[in-house]
């Protein structure tokens, strides 16, 4: 696998040299847009600590991959960032993560639970949309921005912690 990481420790290009199982280096503290999208053989991915954004497609359409892990030190996830990775289950976000994209999780049809973080700000349009697998989804914070049709086409509940009015 080849890297090309920026000056602002924005990773800008991967390219797969027969790699069975890439990985993001320490260092990195954004992934650029669209930099591992489209079928590539991930199946499990532990963005590392010191990663502050997902950009906008950048693991849109990988199909295989089944388990994200996404650190403390993420703030926002980018529109599409993981639009149709069919094989997705399930997602935890961190508290640090106040911005979801628009379609950031659209056509996920295998995502069947989502915990959204107590500090969420804005979830995007259509950002969970289509994800025919989904039956809940926890909100903590009835102040979130949710956009239009957010959680269209999936099977769920938003349901707010108890204590919240």
């Given at each position: ?57 950048a ?46 999780f659209a ?59």
């Amino acid at each position: 696998m080849k890297l090309i990481i920026n000056e602002n420790g924005v990773l800008e290009r991967v390219s797969f040299e027969d790699e069975p199982s890439p990985s993001i280096p320490n260092g990195v503290r954004n992934i650029g847009e669209g930099e591992f999208c489209d079928p590539v053989p991930l199946l499990e991915l532990e963005i590392p600590r010191g990663v502050t954004g997902i950009g906008d497609g950048a693991f849109a359409r990988c199909d295989r991959l089944a388990k994200v892990t996404i650190p403390d030190t993420v703030s926002f996830i980018g529109n599409k960032a993981f639009y149709d990775c069919w094989s997705l289950t399930d997602v935890v976000f961190p508290d640090s993560v106040t911005r979801i994209g628009d379609e950031a999780f659209a056509e996920c049809n295998q995502l069947a639970n989502v915990t959204l973080p107590a500090g969420l700000e804005h979830i995007g349009e259509r950002a969970f949309a289509w994800c025919e697998s989904l039956t809940g989804a926890i909100m903590f914070n009835r102040e979130t921005h949710v956009g239009s049709k957010a959680f269209y086409g999936c099977n769920c509940a938003i349901i707010f912690e108890k204590g919240v009015s």
